[in-house]
């Protein structure tokens, strides 16, 4: 067992507890980055001036009416910006534009005394546009041939000639849409300048580091005279990984030319109008099985809904082929993958960056062809699983294939799969107007950036005299629980109480050029570098230790705050213990440093071994459709997810049950919508408020939500043997669609393959319950009663072989 990941007896991490500041949030007493407004003097309030068209030159701006508002004290435009007038890493994203790029682009900004003046002066500029052609739709920019950014590809074998070879082809075409993020806080940043000039910008970013990067150069400044801190998020799910850093310039900006405080805090209109989202995808493809279900090949294209910029739309893009596969051994692949420039929000992170979009393709694939090639869903899939030793088709070998075997084993002994389907088809045939269905599906899931360079983090760790000890470390914290991990993570490896343990705000001039917090990697990296602070420290007591019991420093002991010796009964309490090594002049203090090893990848060719492991995962959905409506709910929930070791139990669990919830509302509810019409309001994001934008809620919930971690599943190679949680979990919600999917096909006769519209709505339901009704010949709604003479144990001689010709075209060389 590596040192990394060697776990002590009766350590603090592995206890169940709960979240570090759930008192605070459920109390209110939690601060976020707009609540210290109130506690800063003579702060200015920033609101924007926004494009009404999707795609415009911006002719001229007149700023004199907004100054003539009472309460107005400044406008910021491009002519303002010191530095360099772009908030983009890719530098394609202009912070102040003279070519409008989407419905809401900002122009400029306007600083007022308080919020309501700054709205009616950004209301009183004028701007003059030359409106210019848009493109909306994805379909549109693939028409257009509109494309940005690299177009990568990954394959391995021939695919032409395993399509040809194989006994049973099909074909189709998927699109789906993206995610709102919609984080309980919007964006806001707080910056202001002292009196040496130094910039200091209260962020809710996931990325302080490149935060600080972009305010700088912005400012024409060094990263030294900018300090970001991010004291805590309401939430992020990769929505404040790359775009908070436009916001806190704009911010930083009006600061070093008013010398006051500026505040900027979208509200949520502002917020869904101006910031992106999760890409959403069209896919075409070609998949090749043998005669017992097996793949054989498949070829696909995959075109991502970029936006306006590329902002991560590369790495996502990236991820998303390397994920294509989820659970499955593929022998003969080609993937290819491309970025749509369209007029609208630059799509940006969202929690699995685009891991969820590739495997999205490979299950809605098996969902439609398993009715078509005779095999039930849940046993095509599990037929495909990879074996250990094989390798994805970028060249990852695979070896936990039976940790995902064991998980898929335990959820159908758990959930009591096989007896609940008898019971289904029995409740199928003898309730004509109401379905249900019950689904499995794996997630295999890689940790670690794509980018190796990323796989790195610091932290800062204080012993003071009287034995407290505080933490800084790289990560930030949006609710998920990478605090309390990281105490436990100090208090196990220094060998104190937990509440010895306090942790700092997370601040560039504590811990510099950190990572974000993303890719799941938050525990990892950071736990990782905690605890090479906290060795170095405990290190040095040993040695102070050793003096005062009388044993070399190797059999030195630190538990639970006291410190003992092999072979000797002297007991020395921990803060007598960091009391005499201070007047041993012994340092108490250090920084730590982690660099995930064994990582090598070629984002030229897409080979190597991006993922320090993958995190693994399988989930049973039941679901239960009427056939009127299309309206739906969810009855049962079962999930064993691998997180490792645990290092934190209850907020692992947590994490589950809230990614799962997420994906389900991507899969099911949320539906963005965008003005595709040519009239006036072409390119306006439609569903722009909670009340058009439908998330999940109580009523969404399973009745029953079982969820277990999957145990023996120790890490090694990762700290305390633990495993990423963050992202993994949401993909187990492909269950939820591909049980709406059966419980649609349900109302057609055996063998009925269904194509369902993502997100599968109750729209998209009814009218997959409607194809399913239809190809048992009862077009317009009629059904008969449990079409009699037809059980559906029996199999029915009307069974269609294929879906429509538009769907998927079918070819089966077995049959001639």
């Given at each position: 067992m590596s040192h990394l990941s060697e776990r002590p007896d009766q350590s603090v991490v592995g206890q169940s507890m709960p979240h570090e500041a759930a008192d605070l949030h459920v109390t209110g007493a939690a601060l976020y980055t707009d609540d210290l407004v109130g506690r800063t003097k003579d702060c200015l309030h920033a609101y924007p001036v926004q494009s009404p068209h999707a795609h415009a030159r911006v002719v001229d701006i007149d700023t004199s009416p907004a100054l003539a508002v009472p309460g107005v004290v400044r406008v910021l435009t491009g002519a303002d910006v010191p530095g360099v007038n772009d908030a983009g890493v890719k530098h394609d994203e202009p912070l102040f534009p003279d070519e409008v790029q989407f419905v809401g682009h900002a122009v400029c900004w306007v600083l007022g005394e308080t919020l309501e003046a700054a709205r009616r002066g950004a209301a009183a500029v004028v701007v003059d546009y030359e409106t210019l052609p848009s493109i909306i739709s994805v379909r549109e920019a693939i028409a257009a041939e509109s494309f940005q950014g690299a177009q990568p590809t990954v394959e391995r074998g021939n695919v032409e000639s395993g399509l040809e070879q194989a006994a049973h082809v099909f074909s189709g075409e998927f699109e789906f849409a993206g995610q709102e993020h919609f984080y309980l806080e919007t964006h806001c940043s707080l910056a202001l300048v002292d009196e040496n000039g130094q910039v200091f910008v209260q962020c809710s970013t996931q990325h302080p580091s490149e935060t600080q990067e972009i305010v700088a150069h912005v400012l024409g400044r060094s990263s030294s005279e900018v300090t970001v801190q991010c004291l805590r998020m309401g939430g992020g799910f990769g929505g404040k990984e790359m775009q908070p850093h436009g916001f806190a310039a704009i911010?930083?900006?009006?600061?070093?030319?008013?010398?006051?405080?500026?505040?900027?805090?979208?509200?949520?209109?502002?917020?869904?109008?101006?910031?992106?989202?999760?890409?959403?995808?069209?896919?075409?493809?070609?998949?090749?099985?043998?005669?017992?279900?097996?793949?054989?090949?498949?070829?696909?294209?995959?075109?991502?809904d970029g936006g306006w910029s590329l902002d991560l739309s590369e790495p996502v893009l990236a991820r998303a082929l390397c994920h294509i596969d989820n659970a499955y051994w593929i022998p003969d692949i080609k993937v290819?993958?491309?970025?749509?420039?369209?007029?609208?929000?630059?799509?940006?992170?969202?929690?699995?960056?685009?891991?969820?979009?590739?495997?999205?393709?490979?299950?809605?694939?098996?969902?439609?062809?398993a009715p078509l090639l005779g095999i039930d869903a849940a046993e095509l899939r599990r037929r495909n699983f990879y074996a250990n030793g094989q390798t994805t088709p970028y060249g990852q070998p695979i070896t936990q294939a039976d940790r995902l075997a064991r998980a898929w084993d335990q959820v159908l002994e758990s959930a009591d799969v096989t007896q609940r389907w008898a019971e289904i088809d029995e409740f199928n045939w003898s309730h004509p107007h109401t379905k249900r269905g019950l689904a499995l599906t794996p997630v295999k899931f890689g940790i670690s950036f794509n980018l190796t360079a990323f796989n790195q983090a610091g932290a800062l760790v204080h012993v003071y005299k009287d034995g407290s000890v505080l933490i800084n470390h790289g990560g930030t914290e949006m609710g998920q629980g990478l605090h309390t991990k990281m105490l436990q993570v100090a208090a196990t490896t220094l060998g104190v109480p937990l509440s010895t343990v306090r942790l700092a705000p997370t601040r560039t001039d504590k811990v510099p050029n950190t990572s974000a917090t993303a890719a799941s990697?938050?525990?990892?990296?950071?736990?990782?570098?905690?605890?090479?602070?906290?060795?170095?420290?405990?290190?040095?007591?040993?040695?102070t230790a050793s003096a005062k019991i009388g044993v070399p420093p190797a059999d030195i002991r630190i538990h639970d705050g006291l410190v003992t010796g092999l072979g000797s009964d002297v007991q020395v309490p921990w803060a007598e213990l960091v009391h005499a090594a201070y007047f041993a002049r012994v340092q108490l203090s250090a920084a730590g440093f982690y660099r995930t090893e064994g990582l090598h990848w070629d984002s030229r060719v897409m080979q190597g071994s991006p993922f320090k492991y993958f995190a693994h995962g399988v989930a049973a959905t039941e679901v239960e459709v009427d056939g009127y409506t299309g309206a739906y709910r969810t009855r049962r929930v079962d999930i064993v997810h691998d997180v490792g070791d645990?290092?934190?139990?209850?907020?692992?669990?947590?994490?589950?049950?809230?990614?799962?919830?997420?994906?389900?509302?991507?899969?099911?509810?949320?539906?963005?919508?965008?003005?595709?019409?040519?009239?006036?309001?072409?390119?306006?994001?439609?569903?722009?408020?909670?009340?058009?934008?439908?998330?999940?809620?109580?009523?969404?919930?399973?009745?029953?939500?079982?969820?277990?971690?999957?145990?023996?599943?120790?890490?090694?190679?990762?700290?305390?043997?633990?495993?990423?949680?963050?992202?993994?979990?949401?993909?187990?919600?492909?269950?939820?669609?591909?049980?709406?999917?059966?419980?649609?096909?349900?109302?057609?006769?055996?063998?009925?393959?269904?194509?369902?519209?993502?997100?599968?709505?109750?729209?998209?339901?009814?009218?997959?319950?409607?194809?399913?009704?239809?190809?048992?010949?009862?077009?317009?709604?009629?059904?008969?009663?449990?079409?009699?003479?037809?059980?559906?144990?029996?199999?029915?001689?009307?069974?269609?072989?294929?879906?429509?010709?538009?769907?998927?075209?079918?070819?089966?060389?077995?049959?001639?």
């Open positions: 911010a930083s900006l009006g600061s070093i030319l008013t010398g006051r405080p500026v505040r900027l805090r979208l509200t949520r209109n502002l917020d869904m109008t101006m910031s992106g989202k999760r890409h959403g995808f069209h896919s075409q493809w070609r998949i090749g099985f043998d005669d017992s279900g097996h793949i054989q090949a498949l070829e696909a294209t995959l075109t991502s290819n993958g491309r970025v749509a420039k369209s007029n609208k929000t630059s799509q940006t992170a969202f929690r699995g960056f685009g891991g969820p979009q590739g495997m999205l393709v490979i299950e809605d694939i098996l969902g439609r062809c990697s938050g525990a990892d990296l950071n736990g990782g570098a905690v605890k090479n602070a906290c060795e170095q420290i405990r290190e040095r007591l040993s040695i645990s290092l934190s139990p209850l907020v692992d669990i947590g994490q589950v049950e809230g990614g799962y919830v997420q994906g389900a509302g991507w899969l099911t509810l949320e539906d963005l919508r965008w003005d595709e019409s040519d009239g006036p309001g072409r390119g306006r994001f439609l569903t722009q408020a909670a009340s058009t934008y439908k998330l999940p809620s109580f009523s969404e919930m399973p009745e029953t939500f079982n969820v277990a971690l999957l145990e023996q599943a120790h890490e090694e190679g990762a700290v305390y043997g633990s495993k990423a949680v963050g992202e993994p979990p949401l993909m187990l919600a492909f269950s939820v669609r591909e049980a709406l999917r059966q419980a649609a096909a349900a109302f057609g006769p055996s063998g009925t393959s269904v194509d369902l519209g993502c997100p599968s709505t109750p729209e998209q339901v009814f009218w997959a319950v409607e194809e399913a009704r239809a190809a048992h010949g009862q077009a317009d709604g009629h059904v008969d009663e449990g079409f009699p003479g037809h059980h559906p144990d029996e199999p029915d001689p009307d069974a269609p072989t294929r879906m429509p010709e538009s769907e998927v075209a079918v070819r089966s060389l077995a049959g001639g």
